[in-house]
């Protein structure tokens, strides 16, 4: 061949380092990573890219991201499913505060009006606390969220990383 040698540098799919793919290694020839040693096929198509010759860690990782998955979903859905607790004690109250007024038929005056602001209060420390949990558990919700689209994304791209081994 009268072209000069073609040299390809690609990224380790593991270290990201650079591998140097001289022309001598053709498809489906094995290198591996001078940085970390992770084994590369070469697949020679419109481009040349390296694929991971061993798949096995691969997919030990895939298995332990299903399971990552599954827990923050189980998190995230247990997290959700608690919303409705701090709402339905306000409920409660407000239910328990009109019993006490309608049933006990309290005469107008003072007596009424200190109570009424006592309802008041105490209502308000309810929100305050109420507000403060649904704060806690919306940022538990959205961590998980996060992590679970982390780790989803994760999973596709081991995926797609073991599929594209298999082809070679
Ligand atoms: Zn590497």
């Given at each position: ?26 498809h ?15 697949v020679r198509g419109d481009r040349v890219r ?118 070679v």
């Amino acid at each position: 061949m009268a072209a000069p040698a073609e040299v390809h540098r690609v990224p380790c799919s593991h270290c990201r380092s650079e591998i140097t793919v001289t022309e001598q290694y053709a498809h489906g020839d094995h290198i591996k990573c001078g940085s970390c040693g992770t084994k590369h096929k070469v697949v020679r198509g419109d481009r040349v890219r390296l694929v991971i010759a061993d798949v096995g860690p691969m997919k030990d990782a895939l298995v332990q991201n299903e399971q990552l998955v599954q827990r923050l979903e189980a998190e995230l859905s247990h997290a959700r499913g608690s919303f409705g607790i701090g709402v339905n004690g306000i409920g409660i109250a407000v239910i328990y505060a009109l019993y006490q007024v309608t049933r006990n038929e309290a005469p107008l005056g003072k007596d009424l009006l200190w109570s009424a602001i006592g309802v008041a209060v105490a209502s308000g420390l309810l929100l305050e606390a109420v507000n403060y949990l649904f704060l806690a558990k919306r940022k538990a919700i959205s961590r998980f969220s996060e992590e679970l689209e982390e780790a989803r994304s994760e999973g596709v791209l081991l995926r797609q990383k073991i599929r594209e081994a298999g082809r070679v």
